[in-house]
């Protein structure tokens, strides 16, 4: 809520007149959006023994390529900062008038995230939202519905992944309200900081945003649904991944053990 300065009230005859103490200009709110990128090559790491590297690298990219699309249908940032040292993503934030914050290197996501939204409040942002690369069905609308969410300030809102223990997206105003914690537990992590520092906390469930996909149950329960129009269910089809991991693939293999 924006606080109207008081009307000054005029000196009566005979009193002595003194300057009025300066006030700090009042902060104009902006919501910015924040994408962090780690080294594709380096993506996935759960998935390993279950994908080859070359397919691990290769549904990062997908992913990758499935977010940036939506962020660029996005319309309620009023800016969009990329925080990663990975090369070929500078270039596409160019393209779009994103801004990179560079790592000299990545130690991990949360260290990334804390970076950047130091920077970011530095230069006026006054509410963060990250949101992660792997959630191939999330659309512009949730994006921009969370970046229009009222929270307070101090306050969070927070929308959990699909088992409710990690983090999916988080929107802290501000920005640097209290350091991050991603993975394992991280959504009670977030939850136990932002009222430690007096923020209202506010939860939001959206199962697209909540569709991530970390490791193999992941992936079987993203291809129970509808990947038509995405990169990533393009490049399953065409790998031949989404018959090896379809749920009823998996079911018809244990069958034919039963069988045997």
């Known amino acids: 809520m924006i606080h109207h300065p008081r009307r000054r009230r005029c000196a009566s005859y005979g009193q002595k007149l003194t300057s009025p103490t300066?006030?700090?200009?009042?902060?104009?709110?902006?919501?910015?959006?924040?994408?962090?990128?780690?080294?594709?090559?380096?993506?996935?790491?759960?998935?390993?023994?279950?994908?080859?590297p070359e397919e691990r690298f290769g549904l990062a990219q997908a992913m990758l390529?499935?977010?940036?699309?939506?962020?660029?249908?996005?319309?309620?940032?009023e800016k969009i900062f990329v925080v990663t040292n990975y090369q070929p993503v500078f270039d596409i934030a160019d393209e779009n008038g994103w801004?990179?914050?560079?790592?000299?290197?990545?130690?991990?996501?949360?260290?990334?995230?804390?970076?950047?939204?130091?920077?970011?409040?530095?230069?006026?942002?006054?509410?963060?939202?990250?949101?992660?690369?792997?959630?191939?069905l999330a659309q512009a609308g949730d994006i921009d519905e969370l970046l229009t969410a009222e929270c307070g300030n101090p306050g969070l809102v927070i929308v959990p992944s699909g088992?409710?223990?990690?983090?999916?997206?988080?929107?802290?105003?501000?920005?640097?309200l209290f350091p991050s914690h991603f993975g394992k537990g991280s959504?009670?992590?977030h939850v136990s900081e932002a009222k430690r520092a007096g923020a209202k906390v506010f939860i939001r469930r959206n199962p697209r945003l909540e569709m991530d996909v970390d490791d193999e149950s992941d992936l079987r329960a993203?291809?129970?649904?509808?990947?038509?129009?995405?990169?990533?269910?393009?490049?399953l089809r065409e790998t031949g991944l989404d018959v090896k991991f379809r749920p009823q693939a998996k079911k018809a293999s244990a069958a034919a053990g039963n069988h045997s």
């Open 22 to 52: 300066r006030k700090a200009p009042i902060r104009r709110p902006m919501r910015a959006l924040l994408l962090p990128v780690k080294d594709l090559r380096n993506a996935k790491r759960r998935l390993t023994g279950v994908l080859t």
């Open 65 to 77: 390529s499935d977010m940036l699309r939506t962020v660029q249908g996005i319309r309620r940032a």
């Open 99 to 136: 801004e990179v914050l560079r790592e000299d290197r990545q130690i991990s996501e949360s260290h990334a995230v804390d970076f950047a939204s130091r920077v970011c409040e530095e230069r006026g942002v006054t509410g963060l939202l990250r949101v992660p690369l792997d959630v191939p």
């Open 163 to 176: 088992d409710g223990t990690g983090t999916n997206a988080i929107l802290r105003t501000p920005p640097a």
């Open 187 to 189: 959504f009670a992590k």
């Open 222 to 235: 993203l291809l129970e649904h509808d990947l038509s129009g995405t990169t990533t269910g393009r490049w």
